[in-house]
């Protein structure tokens, strides 16, 4: 039983194309992450929703659209890839937004973009 | 100022010895987490352990610890009996208060040499 699963794990695609990443976790967690590793292993924050709601938007290209139909879920959509698109893509949940809790990743996502 | 700082790009350590990775962390808030967390070289981000910002003990999970100075904000994770599995990045992440945001470090590359 994963607890935070995406798919897919590896996802190859030409520039300008649209994709989407999905991820699931069956912890009952409140907050749900995403974060783009880049290839020099650097984690950087994406979005963050609690609750289904849109808490955390960093500096991120309006090409990348989060979207939470329910606590469970949190996809990410891509529009018009580019080159520095490609990276890993972690997904992640916590409990909720206490200090106290960790977060659980997802497997990862590796995004190609060519 | 960065809110994760890891100093040590790579390391070695033979096995069955300890190893001592840094964390040094900048924060305002009286109440925040800290956590470790281990990336193989297969990706997934695993959660080690974790230190609260009121616990006088410092935290210990099997072979890992973690030597919390508060004063000195310094949050090191101590690998006791290195095997060779530990080869791996090591990240040292903060959340304060109550935040939306986990800081990750740069992380640390170890490897255990036979």
């Known amino acids: 039983d994963t607890a935070v699963s995406q798919t897919p794990k590896y996802l190859v695609t030409q520039m300008g194309n649209d994709k989407s990443i999905k991820c699931e976790q069956n912890l009952g967690h409140d907050t749900m992450y995403w974060y783009k590793q880049d290839s020099k292993k650097f984690l950087k924050i994406m979005f963050s929703y609690n609750n289904k709601e849109l808490i955390i938007n960093e500096t991120v290209p309006n090409r990348f659209s989060p979207k939470s139909p329910d606590k469970a879920h949190l996809n990410l959509h891509i529009n018009s890839l580019e080159l520095g698109d490609s990276a890993v893509y972690f997904c992640a949940s916590s409990q909720d937004l206490h200090p106290a809790n960790e977060q659980y990743f997802g497997p990862g996502t590796r995004l190609t973009v060519t | 100022a960065q809110k994760i700082t890891q100093t040590q790009p790579g390391m070695f350590v033979q096995e069955k010895e300890a190893v001592t990775l840094d964390c040094t962390y900048d924060?305002?808030?009286?109440?925040?987490?800290l956590f470790w967390y281990k990336q193989p070289s297969s990706g997934e981000m695993i959660f080690l352990i974790y230190?609260?910002?009121?616990?006088?003990q410092n935290a210990t999970e099997g072979r890992y610890s973690l030597n919390f100075q508060k004063a000195r904000k310094s949050a090191n994770l101590v690998i006791s009996a290195s095997q060779l599995g530990d080869s791996a990045m090591y990240f040292c992440a903060m959340r304060e208060g109550i935040g939306n945001q986990f800081y990750f470090g740069t992380g640390t590359s170890l490897t255990v040499i036979p």
């Open positions: 230190q609260g910002s009121y616990d006088e």
């Open positions: 924060t305002s808030d009286q109440s925040y987490g």
